[in-house]
């Protein structure tokens, strides 16, 4: 799990050969001017998804995990809560193949982390996160899906 400022995400460019093209994507759209839904970046491979997202408390979030995807997830509208555990700490679930999730139940994340708008959290394959929880009813925000 990475968290930064949307300023520095350039510097994250080499960890996978598509992050660049989400930093070129980012500098040619506004993403709060973007209409809601998928917007393919390069095919299957890369797409970012602007969507509002129903606030949480953190005993209602889920914690997920995806094996082909890696989410660059920023929050839009205000802040966003995010939390964390290992994937190598959750116990064996369900993954639903077709939608690149495994999703664990009742289970309360091990710790959370705030972005605010102007940041980004990076989830990978390794990284349980259980996102939108927000004191705010709905959250605006970008998530972008990268094969991982």
């Known amino acids: 799990m990475i968290i930064d400022t949307l300023d520095n995400l350039s510097s994250y460019a080499s960890l996978n050969p598509l992050f660049a093209k989400v930093v070129e994507f980012m500098k040619a759209n506004n993403l709060n001017k973007?209409?809601?839904?998928?917007?393919?970046?390069?095919g299957k491979d890369l797409f970012v998804n602007i969507t509002t997202a129903k606030g949480k408390s953190p005993d209602e979030a889920v914690l997920e995990t995806h094996q082909?995807?890696?989410d660059i997830q920023i929050p839009l509208s205000g802040d966003e809560t995010y939390?964390?555990?290992p994937a190598a700490s959750?116990?064996?679930?369900p993954?639903?193949?077709e939608k690149d999730i495994t999703k664990y139940g009742?289970?309360?994340a091990e710790c959370f982390v705030t972005c605010h708008p102007g940041m980004f959290a990076i989830f990978f394959p390794q990284d349980g996160?259980?996102?939108?929880?927000?004191?705010?009813?709905e959250?605006?925000?970008?998530i972008f899906k990268i094969k991982a």
């Open 34 to 42: 973007l209409e809601a839904g998928k917007h393919e970046i390069a």
């Open 139 to 142: 959250i605006k925000k970008a």
């Open 68 to 70: 082909k995807m890696i």
């Open 90 to 93: 959750l116990p064996d679930a």
């Open 129 to 137: 996160h259980a996102p939108c929880i927000s004191f705010e009813p």
């Open 83 to 85: 939390g964390y555990t």
């Open 95 to 97: 993954y639903n193949a």
């Open 106 to 108: 009742d289970l309360m």
